[in-house]
């Protein structure tokens, strides 16, 4: 006979979360932005169950040196509505970097999660700084 075996399904309270440090110095933005999704989502745990939130917390340091690659710096535009009539705005990437370099990796990232109901829990996981200082170095363990 055959041993049956069981699917491991995880619960709320078994969840634990390891924080992770994501340096996005001259790195390509969307390779980036896929990695810290993952982590987010704790898809590369064995533990890994779609329907609980078993992801990781992620501080990403140098936002301001995030890359494009094929000259996408010139030609990427961001769009908002403001909800006004008239209300389309846009700001270039170059614009972004300048002014909020942490909304680029923090947009990229948003629109690599899936669009649920754990979307909003995991990107409140997501830490992210201009520079290299960051207030997490406690919960990284010192590195």
């Excluded at 300048?98 to 409140?124: F, G, S, T, Y």
């Amino acid at each position: 006979m055959k041993a049956r075996q069981k699917t491991f399904m995880q619960r709320k309270e078994d969840v634990t979360r390891v924080w992770h440090l994501v340096d996005v110095k001259d790195q390509i933005l969307g390779r980036v932005a896929t990695e810290i999704a993952e982590k987010l989502i704790g898809k590369a745990k064995a533990t890994y169950t779609p329907h609980i939130d078993g992801g990781d917390y992620v501080v990403v340091t140098n936002a301001r040196e995030i890359a494009l690659s094929r000259g996408k710096e010139d030609k990427k535009v961001y769009k908002w509505h403001t909800g006004f009539p008239g209300g389309v705005k846009e700001r270039s990437f170059k614009e972004m970097q300048a002014k909020h370099p942490e909304e680029i990796i923090r947009l990229a990232v948003l629109n690599m999660l899936p669009k649920n109901r754990l979307r909003q829990d995991r990107m409140a996981r997501l830490k992210i700084y201009t520079g290299e200082e960051h207030p997490h170095q406690s919960q990284l363990g010192g590195k």
